[in-house]
């Protein structure tokens, strides 16, 4: 089973988002353990995700996470922050299932 992190400044604006997602892989009857974090437990969760998107409101972050992330051969990417604000939890799903090798 993949494992999508979404991160966020608090965790919290993104669990609606997620919950649209798992909507979107229970109606394609994908497999994926989604779950919403903030930002600052990212180290936490890295080692376990296959792919981290952040929301609009941390991507100033990318560069540093992408960096903390490579190691590992996690990749790391910004959700688009048109898909954020309308919760296309169909488009982030694409998209993360995308990343992952």
């Not at 229970?26 to 792919?51: G, H, N, T």
Request: with cysteine.
């Amino acid at each position: 089973m993949k494992k999508i992190v979404l991160c966020c400044a608090a965790g919290m604006s993104t669990s609606m988002l997620v919950q649209r997602m798992r909507q979107e892989a229970e109606k394609r009857q994908i497999e994926v353990d989604i779950e919403a974090v903030p930002v600052s437990d990212f180290e936490l969760v890295v080692k376990d995700a296959d792919v981290i998107l952040l929301g609009p409101q941390v991507k100033f972050q990318l560069k540093r996470l992408q960096e903390a992330a490579a190691p590992l051969g996690k990749p790391v990417d910004v959700i688009d922050m048109m898909d954020y604000g309308t919760m296309r939890g169909d488009k982030v799903l694409d998209k993360a299932l995308s990343l992952i090798a």
